[in-house]
Nanobody
């Protein structure tokens, strides 16, 4: 089993910044992709950003130019730098990891506990 520890959420004013972090630990052979999803009340969970083991990134159109995802492979940690935050960014943000427990095992997906990001005056 893998554990994901998220931190960095909180309350921020519009135009402000936050940095989320997520550290993975446990029985991990390799990690293919780490990413961030978010879910606002009454809405479906949506992809915010993802990064592959090779460093390829993907962003939702709504956050391009404002958010930056990065990872530290040595620490199995992924970060999400969020700048120019808007009220529409308010949501619970969930870290996720696609990983293998063994070299021949299936690729599994695991979710963090979620961290609240609230953008308001």
């Amino acid at each position: 089993q893998v554990q994901l520890v998220e931190s960095g959420g909180g309350l921020v004013q519009p135009g402000g910044s936050l940095r989320l972090s997520c550290a993975a630990s446990g029985t991990i052979f390799s990690i293919n992709v780490m990413g961030w999803y978010r879910q606002a009340p009454g809405k479906e969970r949506e992809l915010v950003a993802a990064i592959t083991s090779g460093g390829t990134t993907n962003y939702a159109d709504s956050v391009k130019g404002r958010f930056t995802i990065s990872r530290d492979n040595a620490k199995n940690t992924v970060y999400l730098q969020m700048n120019s935050l808007k009220p529409e960014d308010t949501a619970v943000y969930y870290c996720n990891v696609d990983y293998r427990r063994t070299s021949m095992g299936a690729v599994l997906r695991y979710w963090g506990q979620g961290t609240q990001v609230t953008v308001s005056s």
